[in-house]
């Protein structure tokens, strides 16, 4: 009988065998074995000349031409704790799903249970962005990975230890040679963020009720979206200057002067990155695209809501800057005296940056047998999963 038992868990558990899935995911076409995304933005020009906040300006390039293969192998490893050196954090810890690929925290807690630097940023659209982290400090998704996956406060491993876990996993190895069929040696440090990147650049979010109405249908926002969007765009408050649709951000380094926590000393962010004084206070603009799910706001999570962050915009030119503190705030940084009627419709505008219609699937069983984190209520506080593997 006991015998029958394993006999039949074995079939099961080989009838759910991990394949790759061979075609490109959602918005994206399939030429020569790669994707490559299609949007009805990619028709537009692109920003050069042409104002800001207009409707019809193009997008960026994308990093795209990644395999289906690669991306499904990404997505395997972006939700396995396999990835960290105690088993216990994957990327999708910090990035959830669910939250806008946030965690819904000031500042993320990994490994050690103490809070990191920044809070995690939300990753939709993320294969667009020329520079990652708050302070820009990497230029590609793949020197970005390493970040998280070395770093001792987050996922705590050493490339070693990596590489070890992913070879003495079968299921890995059958995995990455899928994935890199060109290959000897699938399995390596940059095949694991290139997957990781070829994953996370199939985010996409770029059809929301705003993009309805960008595109023409207008009945897409309500009269008070429409009324928050024409402030938004406005001379007076130059939000689109910086997060400039379609993406929501013109990429730039904007001084801006947003408050520390309570408690917390200045974060120089990108003066660090480029040792350039005039850059102290410095940070990434980041998208607004699907702001609404990935709230606290700002490098450090000091604003609990949306109105709060809105407001900061008007409470006075450098008003939170430390006393003795020099930081050159950006020139679109002003005093646009909104009144409490045009806080409420912008971020009712926001409201409307909300598209979530690609969510990935996320996987059930895992290539390393671990469980998947992101698909049970632990994640919704990395901090309790953290105890949980002290008690070991
Ligand atoms: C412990 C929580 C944590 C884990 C685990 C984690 N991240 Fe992050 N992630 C963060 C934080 C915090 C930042 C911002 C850090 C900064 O800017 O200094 C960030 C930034 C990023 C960014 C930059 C986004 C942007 O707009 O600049 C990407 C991409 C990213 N993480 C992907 C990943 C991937 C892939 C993994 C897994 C290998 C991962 N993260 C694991 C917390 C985490
Ligand atoms: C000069 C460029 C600039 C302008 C103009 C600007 N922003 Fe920002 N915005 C930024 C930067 C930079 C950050 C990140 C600052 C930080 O983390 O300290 C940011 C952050 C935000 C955030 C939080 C995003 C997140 O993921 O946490 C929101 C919301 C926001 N801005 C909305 C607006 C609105 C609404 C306006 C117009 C009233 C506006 N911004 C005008 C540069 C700008």
């Given at each position: ?221 309500s009269e008070q979206e429409i009324k928050g969007m024409n402030v938004y765009r406005s001379f007076v408050a130059r939000c689109a200057e910086c997060h ?138 990395p901090n309790a999963n953290h105890k949980e593997s002290e008690h070991e």
């Amino acid at each position: 009988m006991y015998r029958l038992l394993v006999l039949l868990l074995l079939i099961a558990a080989n009838a759910q065998a991990i394949e790759l899935k061979q075609s490109c995911p959602p918005s994206f076409e399939e030429r020569e074995g790669r994707c490559y995304l299609v949007s009805r933005y990619q028709f537009f020009d692109s920003m050069q000349g042409k104002g800001v906040g207009g409707t019809h300006t193009g997008l960026p390039p994308i990093r795209d031409g990644f395999s289906p293969a690669q991306i499904d192998l990404g997505r395997y490893l972006f939700f396995d704790p396999i990835l960290s050196r105690d088993h216990n954090l994957s990327c999708a810890n910090c990035h959830q799903p669910q939250r806008g690929f946030s965690d819904g925290m000031g500042r993320s807690v990994g490994a050690t249970g103490e809070p990191v630097k920044r809070g995690a940023p939300g990753l939709w659209n993320v294969g667009f962005l020329r520079r990652l982290f708050w302070d820009a400090r990497a230029t590609s998704l793949e020197e970005q990975a390493r970040g998280p996956l070395f770093d001792p406060k987050e996922m705590a491993n050493t490339p070693k230890q990596l590489l070890e876990d992913l070879s003495n996993s079968p299921e890995y190895e059958q995995l990455f040679a899928t994935a890199f069929p060109e290959q000897d040696r699938a399995i390596s440090i940059s095949n694991v963020t290139l997957a990781l990147a070829a994953f996370q650049s199939s985010l996409i979010s770029l059809n929301s009720r705003y993009d309805q109405y960008a595109l023409g249908y207008h009945q897409a926002l309500s009269e008070q979206e429409i009324k928050g969007m024409n402030v938004y765009r406005s001379f007076v408050a130059r939000c689109a200057e910086c997060h400039t649709p379609p993406l929501f951000t013109n990429q730039q380094i904007a001084v801006i002067g947003t408050p520390e926590p309570e408690g917390l000393p200045l974060d120089i962010g990108a003066e660090a990155t480029f040792d350039a004084p005039k850059l102290k206070g410095g940070f990434k603009v980041p998208s607004l695209r699907n702001i609404v799910n990935s709230g606290p706001y700002m490098h450090s999570g000091r604003f609990d809501n949306l109105e709060d962050a809105v407001r900061f915009y008007t409470q006075g030119r450098g008003h939170a800057v430390p006393e003795g503190v020099d930081m050159q705030i950006h020139w679109h940084i002003w005093e646009p005296n909104l009144s409490d009627q045009e806080i409420t419709d912008i971020v009712a505008f926001l409201g409307a940056l909300t598209d979530e219609s690609l969510l990935p699937e996320i996987p059930t069983i895992l290539p390393s047998g671990l469980m998947s984190l992101a698909s049970t209520n632990q994640s919704l506080s990395p901090n309790a999963n953290h105890k949980e593997s002290e008690h070991e």
